[in-house]
């Protein structure tokens, strides 16, 4: 029985490691990053790296290696943070996870596509990978790299009903819309109703008028909705209606949600007939009303103008006082305008404020409860188109 004190002391070891690791994650989650990057770069163990360790400390180093990479990227460190990802890919439980994270690392590090998917491709290949060559084409659609996705689709053979389903959707959101809807009945990956639904906004989009579109409202709003998350912008507009439309506000919204930011600025900064109409008669709880005020709370916001977008918030906290969002985003703005003020000590009351690292660390709590707005990588892309 002389193994059983090995035995304690690999348990207790592995304990000691999921204490650290649970460590690690609770200073995340009070802000502090730099702190918690440290623990989780000691689990992780560089010298070894997740593929070359052996059973449970294998998880727990790449499981250290995705919380680093967390940290990183929420540090704006997308080369360290692409670089661990890719490490913790190699453990299987993670692997998809870790992978898409890696992938979009890339991406916000200014990586084109191509390079993406040359590195994914090259990853594959390795025998201790778990990548499968779909996961490559599922990723690079996720980061909305339509035009690739369309053009290695295509160099495969568009066999299976699933890259078929893929291949339609590319081709709406690159414009393609003839040929979209001629593939559209290829694809077996479609209910009839989807298929339906598909199928008419596609043929609305082309046709040089509208004929036969929805009279209620909430059809109306739901038709637009779609519309605007296949990039059918032109027709979104259209089922949009008169200036005088509530809709123009919900399309206003849909258009922001969707990552169109500098659209919805626009349509917010020359309001609308009914938006004027709104605002004599003070509808507070018209259809999307909230959503837009929100929006143009968070408009100022990363406008940094922190003012103006504190009294936003505020305002909209009042009107709503069960919504939290508005709170948090009223807190992060007087955060940001405290960070502003000088340190110096001529500065007025500056001996009185919080530590920058304070500061900071505060905005990062704030951060995590996702108060903010947040867009898919596909979504992203967007926010500069007209």
Known sequence: MSHIPLVHTYLAAYDEARSLSLEGIRL???????????LFLYLADPSAEAANQEGTFKSVAAEAWMNYGYVKKLEHD??????????????????????YEWAHSLHLSGSPDERIAAELISESSKTESY???????????????YDFVIRDLHSRGL??????????????HTGKLTEALESLHVSKDFTPDSLARY????????????????????????????????GLLGLADRLSGPPDSELQSLLTVYLYDEGYIRLARQRIQKPTKFDKFAARN????????QRLNFISAELQY?????????????????????????????????LQQMLLIPRSGQAVNASFLPSH??????????????????????????QMKM
């Open 28 to 38: 995340f989650k009070l802000g502090m990053y730099s702190q918690a990057a440290e």
């Open 78 to 99: 997308y080369k360290a943070a692409s670089q661990a990802f890719r490490i913790a890919a190699r453990a299987r439980h993670l692997s998809r996870t870790a992978i």
């Open 131 to 145: 990548l499968p060559m779909d996961w490559i084409q599922e990723i690079m659609f996720e980061l909305g790299a």
């Open 159 to 172: 066999h299976h009903p699933s890259w078929n389903r893929m291949n339609m959707l590319c081709l709406i």
């Open 199 to 230: 199928e008419q906004l596609l043929h609305w989009s082309l046709a040089p008028s509208l004929r036969d579109f929805p009279g209620t409202l909430f059809e109306l709003d739901s038709w637009m909705r779609s519309a605007v998350q296949l």
């Open 282 to 289: 003070q509808q507070k709880s018209t259809l999307g009303r």
């Open 302 to 334: 990363d406008s940094e103008d922190y003012a103006q977008a504190e009294h936003l918030f505020h305002s909209l906290a009042d009107e709503a006082p069960r919504l939290a969002q508005p709170r948090f985003g009223a807190a992060a703005s007087q």
């Open 357 to 382: 690292e304070d500061l900071l660390q505060s905005l990062r709590i704030l951060t995590a409860s996702k108060w903010h707005t947040e867009w898919t990588p596909a979504q992203s892309r967007n």
